[in-house]
């Protein structure tokens, strides 16, 4: 039924985007196996993306050479599709931080030109747009000399030397209102309301009346052990805001119950979020919201 509507709707479509988050793996073959899985799907769907959005936990672990080699296989993949790539960073993306290493994936993409991430690994957001819609990414950051790094919520290593306050959180959300664009905020992470929601997220509410969705990652749909009773919500809204926000994760399946991605798609009139499982070949929901 999906793909009789999308039929239906294709003269009406002005973009599409990839969302994918967590393919989050410390061995290189099962995370080999799960890209290959939905890379397979993906070829097979012939859907063309403007771009892809990587909501973070690409990579997971401290071993310096798998995560080489994931964050490899990963980079041949997206420079093969040829489709240009928004990345955030998520808590296991800084996992190498712990023993005086950057994030090895981060520092892969800000190589790319094309693709798009922080300007410098302490920010933490960065702005892009799809058509008449601006993105705000927020992202996971750490300091240059590793003495901090921010992820999961909270400050980790010198605290005292973390150069941000609520005010700088509250100067994003005032551009974002000023703005008067519809915005997408995008993370690896939740709002209150969400899936395993982040303190830290906390920081950016109330959401401005122009905040359209929200679409994150994190919380491995299927994963009772770390999600809970809230395993297999995909769809939630922000608390005490109108703003829906969509659960991507995760690209794997060994923690998540399928390797699974969702596709945004705007047409004229309405906004449409399509999630795939990649293992089955199959659209099992979808959400759609008026741009009116």
């Known amino acids: 039924m999906t793909d009789e509507v999308r039929k239906a709707l294709e003269g009406r479509l002005l973009h599409r985007v990839w969302l994918i ?59 093969k599709l040829g489709i240009p790539l928004c990345y955030v960073c998520g808590n296991h993306d ?20 094309e693709w798009k991430t ?34 999961h919520g909270r400050v980790y290593g010198d605290e005292g030397k973390y150069p941000y306050g609520i005010e700088d959180f509250e100067a994003l959300r005032k551009s974002i209102a000023e703005s008067g664009k519809r915005t997408i905020t995008v993370s690896h992470y939740s709002y209150p309301g969400g899936n395993r929601e982040s303190r830290f997220m906390q920081s950016f509410l109330p959401l401005p009346e122009n905040v359209f969705m929200h679409i994150y990652g994190h919380a491995h749909i299927g994963d009772t052990a770390w999600a809970g009773k809230d395993a297999n919500r995909k769809i939630s809204w922000v608390d005490g805001c109108d703003v829906p926000q969509l659960d991507i994760a995760s690209l794997e399946r060994d923690r998540g119950s399928a390797v699974r991605s969702a596709f945004l798609e705007i047409y004229d009139g309405c906004a449409v979020v399509s999630f795939r ?14 741009i009116y």
């Open 21 to 79: 988050s967590d393919l989050q793996q410390w061995l290189p073959e099962k995370a080999r196996r799960s890209l290959y899985t939905a890379l397979e799907d993906f070829y097979e769907l012939n859907l063309k993306c403007d771009k892809i959005w990587y909501l973070g936990d690409s990579v997971e672990g401290r071993s310096i050479p798998y995560l080489e080699e994931m964050t490899k296989m990963q980079e041949d993949a997206f420079v």
């Open 118 to 151: 922080t300007a410098t690994n302490e920010d933490f957001y960065f702005r892009d747009t799809l058509g008449d819609f601006d993105v705000v990414f927020i992202s996971d950051h750490y300091a240059s000399d590793f003495s901090w790094w921010a992820c």
């Open 277 to 290: 499982d990649h293992d089955k070949k199959r659209w099992t929901e979808s959400f759609a919201k008026s």
């Open 94 to 113: 800084m996992d190498p931080l712990r023993d005086g290493n950057g994030a090895i994936f981060y520092e892969m993409v800000k190589s790319h030109k």
